[in-house]
């Protein structure tokens, strides 16, 4: 590199400095985190408020709604602005950006708008052609580069499009089956896809960040981890339940505990960008043994739910929105008290949402609306502190 180009990289054109060009559109992680992050901070903020009947007017038509807003509203933005994001590094080849990342962008949106109208076929068309889109547009730089290795997240995409569709379908009393079932299955392939996304990237973030760190992974321990969660998925699919379903979920609770324990979690204290993704993490196992006990009729179906939701989910998707949105804007990969801010705000809510209930089930609504106020309080950090992030270009010239 020549000492002209150094100086480039120090100091960028007056221009840029001074008038940085717009880059909402320029890769898919820039609309899909500022709206999902927005969005997540707008509709737990209402939903709290409806729950706990401090609002006239329902924002959304009972729990179910919620869950499927949070899940293929917020869950499925992330996980598209992700995927678009490393795609386009694991294949060398364009993801969509410009006029189609806009269109995708309105059409998740119109989803949102469109679920709390009368117009249930509307929202189901709009809802379900979104992640069968993504999916597409995913599909046709993995095909032509030939990275069979993640194929696979194309068909999850389309799996959690039939889901959605299934969801639709049964409230709109087309199918008769149980309205939860596609929410379920939905939280199983986003749990699945975290799994494997978690097993590639937090041990080598680990031992990339923090100095004499041995993370590692046992192959035997991966199938092990991996393949519980697709056995779960397929005892939810079956409609699965009882003692011989809460062993299963008793493995799936071992193995994955055991997995972040070969990351040597414990040694990432002093890095917030790699400890936020083990505490995450951790509940992942977490979900597993409590929705065992649930089983078994020890505890309610809600609490082993929030822990994957608000713990698991609300966590990682935290810990990578702000690593993504670092590396490929051009920032330090280095947390800053914002960051952590964020960071500890979410897994906060998922403390008071999963512990306070089972200690102290009266104080339920009020648990729900402090960690409701922890949640949106950290996703609102987030979407104000990185929109100027997002909607600029990087100020160094590299393209995303």
Do not use: C, K
């Not at 060398?92 to 709390?116: D, E």
């Not at 990275?147 to 889901?163: D, H, K, M, P």
């Not at 199983?188 to 760190?213: C, E, K, Q, S, Y």
């Not at 949402?353 to 609306?369: G, N």
């Amino acid at each position: 590199m020549t000492p002209q180009t150094l100086r480039g990289l120090d100091q960028p054109p007056r221009a840029a400095a001074h008038r940085p060009a717009f880059g909402l559109w320029r890769l898919g992680f820039r609309p899909f985190y500022l709206l999902a992050s927005a969005f997540a901070a707008i509709s737990i903020a209402l939903w709290a408020l409806q729950f706990a009947g401090l609002i006239r007017r329902p924002y959304l038509a009972g729990p179910l709604w919620h869950a499927h807003e949070m899940l293929f509203g917020f869950g499925l933005a992330v996980l598209v602005g992700f995927l678009f994001t490393a795609g386009r590094n694991w294949t060398g080849r364009p993801t969509p950006t410009g006029g189609t990342l806009m269109a995708l962008a309105a059409l998740w949106l119109a989803g949102r708008i469109l679920v709390l109208t009368p117009f249930g076929w509307a929202a189901a068309i709009a809802g379900t052609a979104f992640p069968f889109a993504a999916a597409v547009a995913l599909a046709i730089p993995f095909f032509a580069a030939g990275v069979r290795r993640n194929y696979f997240f194309v068909g999850l995409l389309v799996l959690l499009g039939v889901a959605d569709f299934v969801f639709h379908l049964v409230r709109l009393q087309v199918l008769e089956l149980p309205a939860r079932l596609g929410i379920q299955v939905g939280l199983d392939v986003l749990l699945f896809i975290m799994a494997v996304m978690g097993g590639r990237v937090i041990p080598m973030f680990t031992n990339n960040g923090i100095p004499g760190v041995r993370a590692r992974r046992d192959a035997r321990l991966e199938r092990l981890a991996l393949g519980s969660v697709l056995a779960v998925l397929l005892a939810d699919l079956l409609q699965q339940s009882g003692a011989v379903f809460a062993a299963l979920l008793g493995v799936a609770a071992v193995a994955h505990l055991l997995r972040l324990a070969l990351w040597q979690p414990w040694r990432t204290a002093r890095v917030p960008l790699v400890w936020i993704l083990h505490a995450a993490y951790a509940w992942i196992g977490v979900h597993f043994a409590l929705r065992a006990l649930s089983e078994l009729g020890w505890l309610g179906s809600s609490v082993p739910a929030h822990a994957l939701t608000v713990g698991a989910i609300g966590g990682l998707t935290i810990g990578m929105m702000t690593r993504t949105a670092r590396g490929h804007t051009g920032q330090p990969l280095r947390a800053d008290r914002y960051d952590i801010a964020s960071y500890v705000l979410v897994l906060a809510a998922a403390l008071v949402r999963v512990v306070v209930p089972v200690l102290t089930p009266q104080l339920h609504v009020d648990a729900v609306l402090v960690s409701a106020a922890f949640w949106s309080a950290g996703y609102a950090i987030y979407a104000m502190r990185y929109w100027p992030l997002l909607t600029r270009a990087r100020l160094d010239g590299q393209p995303g």
